[in-house]
């Protein structure tokens, strides 16, 4: 009986990790599962373990209102290594880039424990964009033994990192799983107005390297959007960040077709995002999630790691100009034609299944 450790503390590593989990618990023969989170963040992480009834085994609970990057980070990487010596564990798996992949890749290190990274190799190459996103991908890869890339670019940016090609494994993104699941049941989306055949833009916003001047920049466009636009309603669940609901209220609030929600659960936002006619995000998983629906999705950001979805065709780069953001905007709400060349790009992220090819990866390899 192998023992893996699942660690993870942020509602995207949730939603990436759980279709891995549920996996797994389909070989208990064979594996141990052990859930460990760091509740980096708290909230949004519990709801969608909820939704995908994962009961974590260790929650160490670690976050403090206002918490630095450092304060944190020094604190995941004591109490994770203390779940290690307790558990001992024969692999770690963590998710993505976050503070919490970073630490607990590093505590396994520490341990001569192997690690296998979900989501690795996705590089800008650009180590203040996304921040501190690229730098904790960066070391996790290089602290990590086995790497599952979403795609064949991923895995050759590791190739050129001198990762060994017998430890890369090209399985899709898991995000596609945890989609297909949840647009398969059945959400109460209780919206508090009507779209009244109005087009329906959703948008999240709230990249640490677009605080300031960036980031008013987008919240402009989207008044302008609004005001230019008799057509269009804007839905916007804004991140609890005060850096994020500053500028938001100031510039956005009072409108009447900008609607601005608390953050939603993860399931409610993946219902409303299949109403949208168009997405606008600074998010990473939104621009794997949008193209499985077929949402054209204009992501607000300089540089992005996923160039898989701009290479498609569903998804285009238009950085955090306030003009450039409406144009790109306005040209597909009313270009028909380009917009439908959009929607119907497809994804290039996965069939839904890496899940199953991690768990298989894992079965023959540890």
């Known amino acids: 009986m192998r023992r893996i450790l699942n660690i993870f503390g942020t509602r995207p590593e949730a939603?990436?990790?759980?279709?891995?989990?549920?996996?797994?618990?389909?070989?208990?023969?064979?594996?141990?599962?052990?859930?460990?989170?760091?509740?980096?963040?708290?909230?949004?992480?519990?709801q969608v373990l909820e939704w995908f009834e994962i009961e974590p085994d260790y929650d160490l609970d670690l976050m403090q209102p206002d918490q630095g990057l450092a304060e944190f980070a020094s604190r995941a990487l004591v109490a994770v290594d203390?779940?290690?010596?307790?558990?001992?564990?024969?692999?770690?798996?963590?998710?993505?880039?976050?503070?919490?992949?970073?630490?607990a890749a590093l505590a396994a290190f520490y341990q001569h424990i192997p690690v296998g990274h979900v989501e690795a190799g996705l590089r800008t190459r650009h180590r203040y964009s996304p921040f501190p996103e690229e730098i904790n991908r960066r070391m996790a890869g290089v602290l990590a033994t086995y790497h599952f890339s979403p795609t064949e670019r991923a895995a050759k940016a590791l190739r050129a990192e001198q990762v060994p090609e017998e430890n890369i494994f090209i399985t899709?993104?898991?995000?596609?799983?945890?989609?297909?699941?949840?647009?398969?049941?059945?959400?109460?989306l209780k919206l508090n107005f009507s779209l009244n055949g109005r087009q329906l833009i959703l948008v999240t916003a709230h990249r640490r390297e677009s605080f300031g001047a960036p980031f008013e920049s987008i919240c402009l466009a989207l008044r302008d959007l609004a005001e230019r636009?008799?057509?269009?309603?804007?839905?916007?669940?804004?991140?609890?960040?005060?850096?994020?609901?500053?500028?938001?209220?100031?510039?956005?609030?009072?409108?009447?077709?900008?609607?601005?929600?608390?953050?939603?659960?993860?399931?409610?936002f993946v219902h409303l995002m299949a109403?949208?006619?168009?997405?606008?995000?600074?998010?990473?998983?939104?621009?794997?999630?949008?193209?499985?629906?077929g949402k054209p999705t204009l992501v607000m950001r300089e540089t992005t790691e996923r160039p898989e979805a701009v290479e498609a065709g569903t998804a285009r780069l238009v950085g955090t100009e306030?003009?450039?953001?409406?144009?790109?905007?306005?040209h597909l709400l009313y270009d028909g034609e380009g917009y439908r060349a959009m929607a119907q790009a497809g994804s290039p992220f996965g069939d839904g299944r890496?899940?199953?090819?991690?768990?298989?990866?894992?079965?023959?390899?540890?």
């Open 15 to 46: 939603i990436k990790l759980a279709p891995v989990i549920l996996e797994l618990e389909k070989h208990r023969d064979r594996f141990e599962n052990v859930v460990c989170i760091t509740a980096q963040h708290r909230e949004m992480l519990d």
């Open 82 to 103: 203390k779940v290690l010596q307790e558990v001992q564990p024969d692999m770690v798996l963590v998710q993505g880039d976050t503070t919490t992949v970073m630490m």
């Open 172 to 188: 899709g993104n898991t995000v596609v799983d945890a989609l297909l699941i949840t647009v398969q049941r059945p959400v109460d």
């Open 229 to 268: 636009n008799a057509n269009v309603e804007i839905v916007y669940p804004v991140h609890m960040n005060p850096n994020v609901r500053g500028p938001v209220g100031h510039i956005l609030a009072g409108h009447p077709r900008i609607h601005l929600l608390e953050p939603m659960r993860y399931e409610q």
């Open 275 to 293: 109403q949208a006619y168009l997405i606008l995000t600074d998010s990473g998983g939104i621009q794997e999630e949008a193209p499985v629906l």
């Open 322 to 330: 306030r003009h450039q953001i409406v144009a790109e905007a306005e």
């Open 354 to 366: 890496a899940a199953e090819r991690i768990a298989n990866i894992l079965l023959a390899r540890i």
